[in-house]
């Protein structure tokens, strides 16, 4: 079975969309990382910005500013399963599309993009993405920028220093640094993500070329208390029940705590359906749910 164009991508996204900005908005606790990755994206996505604000305050674009925009398009989001990096890379350049009035799309690149194994394969597999990409960001340039997220990137960019690693592998690293400079030269606006559970894995060429570095973690326990509230809105909640339902979704000696996902997708569904269709939500029965919940453990490392 070989893999074709067509299962290279997920279907786009295109932004702006009400999914993703009550996807993007419902994320709790990034406050830091969605102000800083604004930043950082519009810079690449719109290139033209600091040239304006150089010619504004300097009276000419400076050196240091064309500089800055040869940096590689790329952005990495590092950290612990759960904690919202997909939905992150998604999502947040609705509020950039919002914001600058233009259109942005989102590619996402398939994990069948790995191929089958088959020498060669994954290396023009990745070429081939990368020309779909810039075909399409050269026909729209910077007005509709594109941006491409690769998920699980350690799977595609295994660092070429780990002792088993493939020569097949090597030369897919490879590909895509030679399609993220591509991209940098001819694309100007477009922007790629790539997010791991693993970074240790990811190959630390990759690494040294990313325009900056995102960390995610498990919530702490104001950002567990945040999220609960919003989670469990309409269910009152006294400051005991909160700070007992914090404090379970803690470490607790595990030397992990529940994660994002783990309280979204699991916590939330299973008081729900210990609920419907006798009884009320109530503080003691999310407890018992916690409890029977136990968190995800986080990624070890293989390698
Ligand atoms: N910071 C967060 N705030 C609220 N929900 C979150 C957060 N992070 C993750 N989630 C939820 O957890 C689930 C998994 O998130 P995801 O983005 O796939 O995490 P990751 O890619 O880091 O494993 C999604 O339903 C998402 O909405
Ligand atoms: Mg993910």
Not at 93 to 104: F, M, P, S
Not at 112 to 128: D, H, K, N, W, Y
Not at 136 to 155: K, N
């Amino acid at each position: 079975m070989t893999t074709t164009l067509n299962d290279l991508f997920e279907d786009d996204l295109d932004l702006p969309d009400p999914v993703a900005q009550q996807r993007y908005a419902r994320l709790v606790g990034l406050d830091h990382v969605k102000a800083r990755l604004a930043r950082e994206a519009e810079l690449i996505m719109q290139p033209d910005l600091l040239r304006e604000w150089s010619l504004r305050a300097h009276g000419t674009v400076l050196p240091a500013v064309e500089r800055l925009a040869d940096r590689p398009p790329l952005i990495i989001f590092a950290g612990d399963v759960g904690t919202g990096k997909t939905t992150l890379a998604e999502t947040f350049a609705d509020a950039i599309a919002r914001r600058h009035g233009i259109d942005v799309r989102v590619k996402r690149l398939s994990l069948r993009a790995r191929g089958t194994g088959a020498v060669g394969e994954m290396t023009r597999l990745i070429g081939t993405a990368f020309d779909v990409v810039l075909d399409e960001a050269r026909a729209v340039g910077s007005a509709r920028p594109t941006i491409l997220v690769i998920d699980e990137a350690d799977a595609l960019a295994q660092s070429r220093e780990a002792s088993q690693m493939h020569h097949e592998d090597r030369a897919g690293v490879n590909a895509l640094i030679r399609g993220i400079s591509q991209l940098a030269t001819e694309a100007p606006g477009a922007l790629v993500i790539m997010c791991t559970n693993r970074i240790g894995a990811l190959d630390p060429a990759i690494r040294r070329r990313a325009a900056a570095e995102f960390d995610f973690a498990r919530p702490d326990e104001a950002q567990r208390a945040a999220l609960l509230q919003s989670l469990f809105e309409g269910i009152t909640l006294s400051s005991e029940d909160l700070t007992l339902l914090v404090d379970l979704t803690g470490p607790n000696g595990r030397g992990y705590g529940h994660t994002y996902s783990d309280l979204v997708d699991r916590v939330l569904a299973a008081s729900c359906m210990a609920a419907y269709p006798e009884h009320p939500i109530t503080a003691e029965l999310i407890a018992e749910q916690v409890r029977s919940c136990p968190p995800t453990p986080p990624f070890t490392t293989r390698s």
